[in-house]
Nanobody, 117 residues
Framework: QVQLVESGGGLVQPGGSLRLSCAAS????????MGWYRQAPGEQRELVAS?????NYADSVKGRFTISRDNAKNTVYLEMNSLKPEDTAVYYC?????????????WGQGTQVTVSS
């Protein structure tokens, strides 16, 4: 069994910052790519950022968000700066993980980020 547990969401004013964390646990052999997605009410889930050896960002967050990972802790982070009201969404962690028996893409439960004055 593999679990992804996110933390760090909350309410922040426009222009503020938040740092999201996502820790993977369980019978992990190797974690390939990790990433963050978000879904606003009435919208489709969209990729925010992903990381393998390289990083990839949605155009809407380039220059404001930074993704990083700590392989020793099986954890991925999303540093979000200069937040805007349009960043309001539920943020989901995603990871492609190989266990002893299979390789699957796993999702976290989501953490709410609200940007409002």
């Amino acid at each position: 069994q593999v679990q992804l547990v996110e933390s760090g969401g909350g309410l922040v004013q426009p222009g503020g910052s938040l740092r999201l964390s996502c820790a993977a646990s369980g019978s992990i052999v190797v974690i390939y790519d990790m990433g963050w997605y978000r879904q606003a009410p009435g919208e489709q889930r969209e990729l925010v950022a992903s990381i393998t050896r390289n990083t990839n960002y949605a155009d809407s967050v380039k220059g404001r968000f930074t993704i990083s990972r700590d392989n020793a802790k099986n954890t991925v982070y999303l540093e979000m700066n200069s937040l805007k009201p349009e960043d309001t969404a539920v943020y989901y962690c995603n990871a492609n993980i190989r266990t002893i028996s299979r390789t699957l893409r796993y999702w976290g439960q989501g953490t709410q980020v609200t940007v409002s004055s």
